[in-house]
């Protein structure tokens, strides 16, 4: 993995994301987490994908991962099928997508009267070859917790652990609860915090950069700071801009006060 300039370390860059990333090295990224503008949710500019792609794969080190959210809206009672086309750019470019992640939420923000209500994204978990970390979360409560597994299990002994694995589909609280801080709701199609932390906490480690060309109100680069990881973001809407950088302001102070938490009573000197 090369290194990135530390100019770009714990910035976001105002800049068009393709521009951007030709001032980085090869192999220089271990993750991205990114969730670009797709269809007409929003009235928001849209990138060169096939460039958008293409740098990304340059960029991004051997073994790391790219975590690409996106989705399909509805047109003329068809689905757009704009995850299957971004699948396919990622895998032209030389991306293997290691794994595809359902994030629902418990929101139905379009109602339709002939088909069911849209209620969740598709998140590709792209890999550069073989992913070199990817750590599986077990927060998922086993309902059969502290009992003694059946005779037909491997080890009838056993007993099942209060925690499980998760599967592929993650949920999570939309509106109001998508952020922790006021000032993200300057961003009209915000990220879940917790989605962003979980993606980042799957694939990276503490110490490894994360990376968001498209970082619209910084949702990536605040959780990274606060998972212990440093982040370049980029942002073509200046506005957004504002907001992201007053968001990290404020979740650098966040950091601050609980580090201090934990080591505000030592003594350096012994």
Request: proline residues 6%; glycine residues 8%; charged residues 20%.
């Amino acid at each position: 993995m090369n290194q990135l300039d530390p100019k770009f370390v714990n910035q976001v860059l105002h800049c068009d994301c393709v521009k951007g990333m030709r001032q980085l090295p090869d192999c220089c990224i271990p993750l991205t987490v990114t969730s670009p503008p797709y269809d007409h949710l929003r009235d928001l500019r849209h990138p060169d994908y096939d460039r958008l792609v293409g740098e990304l794969y340059r960029v991004t080190g051997v073994g790391g991962v790219v975590a690409w959210v996106v989705g399909d809206t509805v047109v003329n009672g068809v689905e757009t099928g704009t995850s299957c086309a971004h699948r396919t750019l990622l895998e032209k470019a030389g991306f293997l997508i290691y794994q595809t992640l359902i994030a629902a939420t418990n929101g139905l923000p379009f109602l339709y009267a002939r088909r069911y209500a849209t209620a969740h994204e598709y998140v590709f978990i792209c890999a550069k070859g073989n992913a070199m970390t990817a750590n599986v979360l077990s927060d998922k409560q086993n309902r059969t917790a502290g009992q003694k597994g059946s005779k037909g299990r491997r080890d009838p002994s056993r007993t099942t652990p209060y925690w499980g694995c998760r599967t592929s589909v993650w949920t999570y609280l939309n509106g109001k609860y998508l952020a922790t801080d006021k000032t993200a709701f300057g961003h009209p199609a915000l990220m879940p915090e917790d989605l962003a932390e979980d993606l980042i906490v799957s694939y990276s480690r503490p110490g490894e950069l994360v990376f968001d060309p498209m970082c619209g109100a910084a949702t990536t680069c605040k959780m990274a700071l606060l998972n212990n990881r440093p982040y370049l973001g980029m942002e073509i809407h200046e506005p957004y801009v504002l907001v992201a950088r007053a968001r990290l302001t404020s979740a650098r102070a966040k950091q601050r006060r609980r580090l201090d938490d934990l080591f505000g009573d030592c003594d350096p000197t012994t």
